[in-house]
């Protein structure tokens, strides 16, 4: 399956609680961090929740 880099562009201070536990859940602890996630619909509407907070590195 295809992957995607994504990377924290701004922290979840002072963001709802669900948000936060977003990046979490997407492996993103700090600010600059990559990680490759696979290219899924739930990841995506994961991507889509926090899509201020990170951006997608190609």
Do not use: C, N
């Amino acid at each position: 399956m295809a992957t995607i880099k994504i990377k924290q562009i701004k922290s979840g201070i002072g963001y709802p609680k669900d948000q936060k536990a977003t990046l979490v859940a997407l492996g993103l602890r700090k600010i600059s961090q990559v990680v490759e996630i696979e290219d899924t619909p739930s990841m995506r509407g994961m991507l889509r929740k926090v899509h201020h907070l990170v951006s997608v590195v190609e």
